[in-house]
């Protein structure tokens, strides 16, 4: 720890207790909310279980990417797009094959809506950051566009598409309201094991790490980096459409306009604090169900406005980012 | 096309253009010295918020000032992030719009007077019209004829190169932040005097359009206004196509709302010529 780390840590923990003091809430008070309405009650498990999800899977998304040395900012676009995809697969087929369809083909469309990035990333030499904020600003006004218009559901006065049928969901793994704890939980942490496996046992796994970690000594080792890039671009964005999928058949159980409430944004922040191991993808995701959850409790509790959780986790993420730079630097 | 006025689109779009020049005017300093700055859309959000809670409170002048500060203040955490800290770029500029977004509803929520009725006092049309069209021609004379300017292309080329001929690459980023803050407070100040009010989130993407613009204008000053106006232009189009029919068929605002991005998207293909990126983005 050195003192220009403490001064950055100083300074956010300052702006997060000073805000609660500007408006007459204790600090710990706030704190205590935070647990009790995230992690306090089954009811409360249970939303922080459901809000975990999505971060997990989308963290793994971008994780993959950062390991592979590309920023998938377009995660947030990727799943909208693998969500309404999914949204209209299943309802169109309904039943367990409905749901097999909906999983793959968001999955396939996610993958799609990466490509042009990954494609020009390696053979144009564009910036991925700057082509997936276009890609996810254009799935925003497609998405918004499609349910609007040819999906939506009639008779209805919100943007929405109709409702799935029970037949077409992700089953609950544990239900005993209030907690309930969906499939989609278990398969998004068979996911995070499934990429450290691939990660370490396989060839294409050693080739993206390679790429990631040093593209010019990865080309003169007989890696053909422009092709691992795209793969790497194509596999984050597959799995940030199934984390849409997964998002529509076990919780939403349909697609409407403003679907996200920003996840792959925060799954940046979740990549970047799991560090060096996929592992560290689930802690990171539980902090993160843990403070939006518990946002949301003291919003309605101490009428603390949800937007004290953008400021908490945009510090949290500028603090990891220093502190990892530090760490690199000095195994380096 | 019955309903198609040409005199209201040519009266809307210079508005609508408006906070996109500043904004990437903000973007073309910052870039031009070499730091990546996606967080033009924070920074206007969170002068909006700042720009009409001080208005009310002290009037308008007081009010740009405390709008024009508060994105001073995340560009300067930018600054100090990206140069003392060295965090990467995008990671400072992402957290910076998330920590915008929260801090803005935050302040909104708990300090705006919600018994007031009205609209907050603002400053003249004219002044933001002047400013914002003014900039791009100083930008481009100040990169063109003078010393600082010379300097700051220099440092976003060639940091290393730059530091060898004695300019301090630091410095000169520092400077070219602070501008990026006041043009994107100034934006995000026009915004709200626009509009009336402010509402969560209300900068509705403009931000990256601005950036999709400083792209597509090769991060020059003159054509980077120029896909401003054009992107302006498009957005009152749209407006006033909301609802009437083009060749017998309604085509969706959002497609029209899509259009800059995947204008931009074409560009960064290398599809509208070569790629024009200031080389020494992002290096050290």
Request: net charge positive; hydrophobic share 55%; charged share 10%.
């Amino acid at each position: 720890m050195n003192w220009k780390l403490a001064i950055l840590i100083v300074a956010a923990l300052g702006v997060v207790i000073g805000a609660l003091i500007a408006i007459g809430v204790a600090p710990s008070d706030a704190f205590l909310q935070i647990l009790k309405g995230s992690v306090g009650t089954p009811g409360a498990i249970g939303r922080t279980l459901r809000e975990t999800t999505p971060l997990l899977i989308l963290g793994v998304a971008v994780f993959l990417g950062l390991r592979g040395g590309l920023f998938n900012i377009g995660v947030e676009g990727q799943f909208l797009i693998g969500a309404c995809v999914a949204a209209s697969l299943g309802l169109k087929v309904p039943g367990i094959l409905g749901v097999l369809l909906a999983i793959v083909g968001g999955a396939i469309a996610g993958a799609l809506w990466a490509f042009p990035a990954g494609w020009i990333k390696a053979y144009r030499g564009g910036h991925e950051v700057i082509s997936t904020i276009m890609l996810n600003n254009i799935a925003f006004h497609l998405t918004t566009g499609l349910v609007a218009g040819p999906l939506k559901a009639p008779g209805q006065q919100s943007t929405t598409t109709a409702t799935l049928t029970d037949s077409t969901k992700l089953p609950m793994l544990y239900s005993a309201p209030p907690l309930t704890i969906n499939i989609a939980l278990i398969f998004a942490l068979a996911l995070v094991a499934a990429l450290a496996l691939w990660l370490k046992r396989t060839v294409a796994g050693y080739e993206l790490n390679a790429v990631g970690a040093n593209p010019k000594a990865a080309q003169f080792a007989g890696v053909d980096v422009r092709k691992v890039t795209v793969w790497t671009m194509l596999a984050s964005g597959a799995i940030g459409g199934l984390a849409g999928s997964c998002q529509v058949l076990a919780y939403e159980h349909r697609f409407y306009e403003g679907f996200s409430p920003g996840y792959g944004f925060d799954a940046l922040g979740v990549a970047l604090l799991a560090g060096s191991s996929p592992w560290g993808v689930v802690p990171a995701a539980g902090l993160f169900g843990i403070l939006s959850t518990g946002s949301s409790f003291i919003s309605a509790a101490l009428q603390i406005p949800k937007g004290l959780n953008g400021v908490l986790i945009g510090l949290i993420i500028i603090v990891f980012a220093a502190f990892r730079y530090r760490r690199s630097r000095s195994n380096g | 096309m019955g309903s198609f006025d040409l005199i209201l689109l040519l009266k809307t779009a210079p508005g609508l253009s408006l906070a996109l020049l500043l904004a990437a005017m903000g973007g073309l300093t910052s870039e031009r010295s070499g730091i990546i700055n996606i967080a033009l859309e924070g920074k206007m959000l969170i002068s909006c918020c700042v720009t009409a809670l001080m208005s009310v409170a002290f009037g308008p002048w007081i009010g740009l000032l405390g709008g024009i500060g508060a994105a001073v203040v995340l560009a300067m955490l930018h600054a100090v992030l990206t140069q003392m800290y060295r965090v990467d770029h995008i990671v400072s500029g992402m957290a910076i719009n998330i920590i915008a977004f929260g801090a803005s509803n935050f302040l909104d929520k708990k300090f705006t007077d919600i018994n007031r009725t009205g609209e907050i006092p603002q400053l003249p049309f004219e002044f933001y019209y002047v400013a914002a069209f003014a900039l791009p021609l100083v930008l481009w004379l100040y990169l063109r004829r003078t010393k600082g300017g010379l300097r700051l292309w220099a440092v976003g080329n060639d940091p290393d190169k730059a530091r060898q001929m004695g300019v301090d690459p630091v410095k000169v980023r520092y400077l070219a932040l602070l501008a990026t803050g006041v043009f994107c407070g100034l934006a995000g100040a026009w915004l709200v005097t626009n509009a009336g009010r402010f509402v969560d989130g209300m900068t509705a993407g403009r931000g990256f359009i601005a950036l999709a613009a400083l792209i597509l204008g090769g991060w020059r000053p003159i054509p980077a206004a120029l896909a401003c106006i054009a992107f302006g232009l498009l957005d009152s189009i749209q407006l006033q196509l909301q609802g009437s029919k083009l060749l017998g068929a309604g085509i969706p605002s959002q497609f029209w709302n899509s259009l800059p991005y995947l204008a931009t998207l074409i560009a960064l293909a290398g599809l509208l010529g070569r790629n024009r990126a200031p080389a020494g983005l992002g290096k050290p």
